[in-house]
């Protein structure tokens, strides 16, 4: 990586940054106008060549975008958290005409999208400001599980990188849940 070397998204505010786990001059964006209150959303990739950091591609969404997560199996697929309650699974391998699949349950803004990261597990969590965690595999296009007990908006919600299935979530109920999905109901609560 080159220091100091600034990447301009342009006329929006970044939400979320990551990585690529396959390319290392890989990373995506996930941005909104506005501050996410109102406009469109991009989910940006910047690629870092011999001369430095480039956007290679924007990739337009009709609300904010406030996440993103990179599949541990796919080098290409990214799924992107939308203000307008969707997620959305990219493919960067194909031409820019839209998401591979829409995932639309929520009924609030999706704040939090993760891609689990044990092997084997195809699953994605989206965490939304209607109080729910939804699980997702994203070869179907209905949910698989909708998990439901916080009292408040649902910022965050991760995979256990050791345990398949096991997964955590903070609201602003002021607590932190960990949930299994084998088993109704979370089966720990820190308040």
Same mark, same amino acid.
């Given at each position: ?73 796919? &080098? ?5 958290? @939308? ?21 639309? &349950? ?9 891609? @689990?990261?044990?092997?084997? &597990? ?26 439901? &007990? ?42």
């Amino acid at each position: 990586l080159m220091a100091g070397v600034r990447l301009r998204i342009g006329r929006l505010h970044g939400y979320s940054v990551r990585f690529s786990p396959f390319m290392p001059n890989r990373l995506a964006c996930a941005a909104s106008q506005y501050y996410g209150i109102a406009g469109c959303g991009e989910l940006i990739i910047a690629d870092q060549d011999a001369h430095g950091w480039r956007v290679s591609r924007r990739l337009e969404w009709p609300d904010g975008l406030y996440d993103l997560a990179w599949s541990e199996e796919h &080098e290409n697929h990214v799924m992107a958290a @939308s203000g307008d309650g969707s997620a959305q699974l990219w493919d960067l391998g194909l031409p820019a005409s839209g998401p591979l699949r829409v995932f639309k &349950e929520h009924t609030r803004e999706i704040y939090s999208v993760d891609w @689990s990261q044990v092997r084997g &597990e195809r699953l994605v969590l989206t965490a939304s400001w209607d109080q729910t965690v939804k699980a997702w595999d994203p070869a179907r296009s209905a949910s698989i599980a909708t998990f439901g &007990e916080h009292t408040s908006l649902v910022y965050c919600a991760v995979w256990s990188p050791h345990d398949a299935g096991v997964f955590a979530s903070a609201s602003g109920d002021g607590l932190v849940k960990v949930w299994d999905c084998r088993a109704p109901g979370s089966r720990v609560t820190i308040a």
